[in-house]
Structure formats: C-alpha cells, structure tokens
C-alpha cells in the first residue's frame, strides 16, 4: 500500500486511491470513487462512490463528497463544507437518477462551513468565502461571498487579490509578477512570452 489510512477509517473496495495520499481519522472511503496522489483527507470525511479527487487535494474535517462532485488538482475544501448532488430531495423518493454534477476546477478553494449547491461549477483558482452559499457557476479566479454568494473580486494563482482599477482591463499580482487580463467580468492569466 502506497498510501496511509488511519486504523480508525475504513475503505471499500474496489476504489482508486493515489501515492503519497493520507486519510486520517473516522473517515469513509467508499467503493467507485477516486482519489489521486498526495491528497490530505482530514478526520470525518466521507467520499462516496462516483466522487472523484484529483492530485494533490486537500480536504479538511468534517466534509461529506458524493456521487457527482468532481475536485480536480489542487482543490481545497474548508472544513465543514457542503456538497448536494439533487435539487430537491425527499426521503420517499429516490432521485438517484436525477444527480447532478458539480465540477471544482483546477487550484479552486471552498471556504469552511460554505454550501456548493449541485449542478454548478466552480472556476479555476476560484475563493468562495466562508459560509458562503453557492447557487450558479463561479468563474476563474472569481472571488465569491455571500448568500447567495457573489463575485466581489478576484484572486491571483498565488491567492492574493488583484487590483483592476476602474475601468483597468489588466492587473498584475503584487506578490508574485503574474499578469491577468479582464473582458467582460471575467479574468484571465496573461501568457508569459
């Protein structure tokens, strides 16, 4: 086994499960779903089948991810976060058809205790606040709060906010040099030449 799994957590097989991945205490890894390499999966943590995780996710306490929900590298989950994946659930009736995906993009963060309603997508390098609630798509490098959340800037790579002064069409990071373009409220990283 390439990987670490707490004594106190249980795994279902068959499920794929990368090098270098930790999952710590009290945590369910169910059969069907996916986990890359070097993932961190904090203490009560549930992944469902049909759940993927790509590489290098972390994933903090207390966070259920079901069928449907979709981390790509790099993703950040705060704790106590929330994932659904039906729009309107009853106990009596099964809608297990009626899933829908949620997809969180390349280097996003979701903030602790903040709700991802199923069905959107969370943009590349994307912030949703703490607490905040999500109910349409977050664009990259969006930073989103609020309930409902709504973009009130935007954010570098590295994490630090960029400055699109006025009517500014660019920006470029303070921290780190990388350069960003802005066209019609969504932003984009400048190719280096």
């Known amino acids: 086994m390439d990987y670490?799994?707490?004594?106190?957590?249980?795994?279902?097989?068959?499920c794929s499960i990368g090098k270098g991945t930790?999952?710590?205490?009290?945590?369910?890894?169910?059969?069907?779903?996916?986990?890359?390499?070097?993932?961190?999966?904090?203490q009560n943590v549930c992944v469902l089948s049909g759940a993927k995780l790509g590489n290098n996710v972390k994933?903090?306490?207390?966070?259920?991810?079901?069928?449907?929900?979709?981390?790509?590298?790099?993703?950040?989950?705060?704790?106590?976060?929330?994932f659904t994946n039906v729009i309107n659930p009853r106990s009596t009736v099964n809608r297990k058809q009626e899933y829908k995906q949620?997809?969180?993009?390349?280097?996003?963060?979701?903030?602790?205790?903040?709700?991802?309603?199923?069905?959107?997508?969370?943009?590349?390098?994307?912030?949703?606040?703490?607490?905040?609630?999500?109910?349409?798509?977050?664009?990259?490098y969006a930073l989103v709060r609020g309930n409902p959340a709504r973009v009130t800037g935007h954010l570098c790579k590295c994490g630090e906010k960029l400055e699109f002064a006025g009517d500014a069409e660019a920006a470029t990071c303070a921290a780190c040099g990388r350069a960003y373009s802005k066209e019609n409220g969504h932003v984009?990283?400048?190719e280096k030449r």
């Open 22 to 42: 930790k999952i710590w205490h009290f945590c369910h890894v169910m059969q069907g779903c996916e986990i890359g390499e070097n993932c961190n999966i904090g």
């Open 4 to 14: 670490f799994v707490h004594e106190s957590s249980y795994i279902d097989q068959p």
């Open 102 to 140: 949620t997809l969180v993009k390349e280097g996003a963060s979701i903030g602790a205790n903040a709700t991802i309603l199923c069905g959107n997508t969370i943009g590349r390098y994307a912030l949703v606040g703490a607490g905040s609630v999500v109910t349409c798509d977050v664009p990259d």
């Open 59 to 82: 994933v903090q306490n207390n966070v259920s991810i079901y069928d449907g929900v979709v981390c790509e590298d790099g993703v950040f989950l705060g704790p106590s976060c929330v």
């Open 188 to 190: 984009a990283e400048k």
